[in-house]
């Protein structure tokens, strides 16, 4: 599909429109052509109208805009290592609770965060207590 060229206005027949103001306040339809500084539109509920492009809003351009500056991938930048694994865990029900609680009242910032940073304490106590043994 080539490269489709657009007025100065950005309106082009086949854009999907919706007209802002006058007697067809609301409606929507599709660009047919343009003449005079007016537009030929197809309404949708049927019926043709010149309605000045300055009373549409047009949704083929926003899109079209869109897909222009769009970035190549969207998101966070991947890190060279991740730095979290998703996992399932059973929890029970009311450790659940009581930490959706704790969000609640601001006690944790999140139950995510929380059973982080309770673990790595935890982990960190053991290791500190009994060093591993290298031998299975």
């Given at each position: 599909?080539g490269?489709?060229?657009q007025?100065?206005?950005g309106f082009?027949?086949?854009d999907?429109?919706?007209?802002?103001?006058g007697?067809?306040?609301?409606a929507k339809?599709?660009?047919?052509?343009?003449?005079?500084?007016?537009?030929e539109?197809?309404l949708?509920?049927?019926g043709?109208?010149?309605v000045?492009?300055k009373?549409m809003?047009?949704?083929?351009l926003?899109?079209?805009?869109?897909?222009?500056?769009?970035?190549?991938?969207?998101?966070?930048?991947?890190?060279a290592?991740?730095?979290?694994k998703?996992v399932?865990?059973r929890?029970?029900?009311?450790?659940?609770?009581?930490l959706?609680e704790?969000?609640?009242?601001?006690?944790i910032?999140?139950?995510?965060?929380?059973?982080?940073?309770?673990?790595r304490e935890r982990?960190?106590t053991?290791f500190?207590?009994?060093?591993p043994s290298n031998t299975l």
């Amino acid at each position: 599909m080539g490269e489709q060229k657009q007025d100065p206005s950005g309106f082009q027949p086949g854009d999907k429109v919706r007209i802002r103001s006058g007697s067809y306040i609301g409606a929507k339809g599709v660009i047919r052509a343009e003449s005079d500084g007016l537009l030929e539109i197809q309404l949708d509920e049927g019926g043709i109208v010149s309605v000045p492009a300055k009373e549409m809003t047009n949704y083929s351009l926003a899109a079209r805009r869109a897909w222009q500056a769009m970035p190549k991938r969207a998101g966070r930048p991947q890190l060279a290592t991740p730095r979290k694994k998703m996992v399932s865990i059973r929890i029970d029900v009311d450790v659940w609770n009581h930490l959706g609680e704790a969000v609640e009242l601001g006690l944790i910032p999140n139950r995510e965060e929380a059973v982080n940073t309770w673990l790595r304490e935890r982990l960190d106590t053991l290791f500190i207590e009994e060093p591993p043994s290298n031998t299975l």
